[in-house]
C-alpha cells in the first residue's frame, strides 16, 4: 500500500470513528505502552498524537474512585485473558466528568501467552444523563400517582388495567393489585360503558377517573 493510500484508509477509518463515536486502543503487554485511536483522545478532550500513552497515564485519566476498577480489569485481562467491559468515569483536561465505556480482550500468540489487550472506547455521557432524566420524571410520576386523591390508571390497548393508584380502594374498595389483569369495562356500570368506551378512544393510553 503507498503512502497516500494508506493515508486514506486512515483518514477513512477516523471519519468512521467520528461518525459513530467509537474509538479504539491497544495495549502493549511488554512495554505497558497504550496506542489511543483519534477518537479515544477526542473522548478524553486531548489532542490526537501518534505518541503511544503510558498505562499509568490512561488509568491516571479515570475518576479518582473509578482507577482501581480499571487497574483490576485490566491487570486481570494481561494475566489470565480476561475480556471485559465496564462504564465508569474519566476526567478531561479542563475537569469535566464524561462517562465512558469500555470493553477490553486480550490477544494471544502461538504459544497462548498475552501479547496484548484491544479494545473499544465509547463516550455514553450523554445516553447517561438521558437515563438519569427518565428515572427522576418516572419517580416524579409515581410520586404524584401514588398521593393522588383521583384514580390514575394505566392500561394496554386492550383495555386491560396495567397499573392503579392507591386511591382505587378509597374510592372503589378494591386493592389496586386485585384490579391489574381485569378489563376497564368490569368496574364500570352496564349504563355507562358506552360513555365510557367513547372515552377511552379518545384516549387510549392512559386517564383519570374520578371520585
Known sequence: MSPSSAQEALRLVDMAEAMAGVGYWRLDAATNAVDWSA?????HGLE??????DLARAIDVYHPADRPIVAAHVNAALQDGTAFA???RVIRPEGEVRYVQSRGAAEFDADRRVVSVIGTFMDITDAKRAERALAASEARYRDLAENAIDIIALYDLNST???LSPSVMAVLG???EELIGRKTFDIIHPDDIDRCASALKRDPVETSLRH
Open 174 to 176: 378494591y386493592q389496586p
Open 39 to 43: 477518537q479515544v483522545f477526542r473522548i
Open 86 to 88: 465496564y462504564e465508569l
Open 161 to 163: 388495567f396495567e397499573y
Open 48 to 53: 490526537p498524537s501518534d505518541d503511544p500513552v
